[in-house]
């Protein structure tokens, strides 16, 4: 074979070979590998199960132990206890709400600081003379609720309610979702107090306004832990200065070591109500009245456990008012009213 040949039948077979390997190489390219497939067959991220009342577990492990009521107790001819079946669902609650991510905000506006609400076209007067909405809540120390729609006020929130922001807290009027009450509205940004967002609501005050009790409690792992269990006076119904305890879910607001009252319809001082937690509006869990500005702390009341009789407030022995005082955290605890 001459030398041309050769040369001719080499460059064919070198040909040839790159052919086969360009062949292979698309080949390769268009079949990924399998870790390469993963968008394509990976499963979505499973929303988590909702909670339910038979899923709380609930344990006594009392951090406060004065005064300590049984789940059951006798009170007059009757039987009064803690409502732990309501309890669970409300703290199934809780739980739910808190598994979705969100930017969380507290509705305020005590002694209308943020200003009076606008008055809404549908009110109605209640038994103190006051304008509300067809919810019983009162215009005043409440926040306006815009209808998104019309940009027009529909109803009232009541101070100390959670909401969901559900646009940018940059806007004159925010977006907001009620997590305390049901609906989607914008809210003028003065009447909100924002949370940070690592928020964890593990502490839980449940005031019974019906058996006149309260439990404190608080999560740990996976259990609520009950960590006292007393006796309360909320507050009662009696124009034009008294007025019930409202029921829901509330955010812990505000302290006051000594939260100081007027006499009714004046603005003399008359006493005060030592170690005060804000919840709503003028709403405190507190201790013993002082009916004298300057007199000493009292420490209980037999008055307690029986009938409503404050003016909005959850009065407490003096000592268990200092427990929820130090454990209650401001924008970080809620007080929950149940009936």
């Known amino acids: 074979m ?67 009521l049984e789940d059951t107790y006798p009170y007059k001819d009757t039987t009064r206890g803690f409502q732990w079946d309501k309890i669970k669902e409300q703290l199934a609650f809780v739980e739910n709400f808190q598994q979705t991510p969100s930017r969380y905000a507290v509705l305020q506006n005590y002694q209308n600081e943020q200003g009076e609400a606008p008055t809404i076209k549908d009110f109605k007067r209640d038994a103190y003379k006051r304008v509300a909405d067809s919810f019983n809540v009162a215009r005043y120390q409440a926040a306006p609720l815009y209808d998104p729609a019309t940009d027009k006020p529909v109803r009232y929130g009541r101070d100390g309610w959670l909401v969901r922001l559900k646009g940018a807290d940059t806007l004159a009027r925010i977006p907001i979702a009620g997590v305390s009450f049901d609906g989607k509205y914008t809210i003028p940004k003065r ?10 609501f593990n502490i839980i005050n449940v005031v019974d306004v019906k058996n006149q009790n309260i439990c404190t409690l608080e999560k740990v792992d996976r259990e609520w832990l009950v960590r006292s269990m007393n006796p309360i006076t909320s507050g009662r119904h009696k124009p034009p200065h008294a007025q019930e305890t409202p029921t829901g879910l509330f955010v812990v607001q505000e302290h006051k070591s000594k939260m100081f009252y007027y006499e009714d319809g004046t603005r003399t001082y008359a006493g005060f109500a030592p170690y005060a937690t804000r919840f709503t509006a003028g709403a405190y869990i507190h201790g013993v009245p002082v009916n004298n500005p300057s007199g000493s702390i009292i420490e209980y009341s037999e008055s307690l456990g029986t009938t409503p009789k404050s003016h909005m407030c959850v009065r407490n022995a003096s000592s268990h008012a200092q427990f929820v005082y130090k454990r209650s955290k401001d924008l970080s605890s809620l007080v929950i009213v149940i009936d």
């Open 191 to 200: 009447y909100l107090r924002l949370i940070r967002d690592s928020v964890q």
């Open 2 to 68: 001459n030398k041309g040949l050769t040369c001719l039948v080499f460059s064919l077979l070198v040909l040839s070979l790159g052919c086969q390997q360009e062949k292979k190489s698309t080949v390769q390219e268009e079949r990924p590998p399998k870790h390469q497939e993963a968008p394509h067959t990976k499963k979505q991220e499973e929303k988590p199960k909702p909670v339910t009342a038979d899923d709380i577990v609930i344990k006594k492990d009392l951090l406060y132990k004065k005064y300590t």
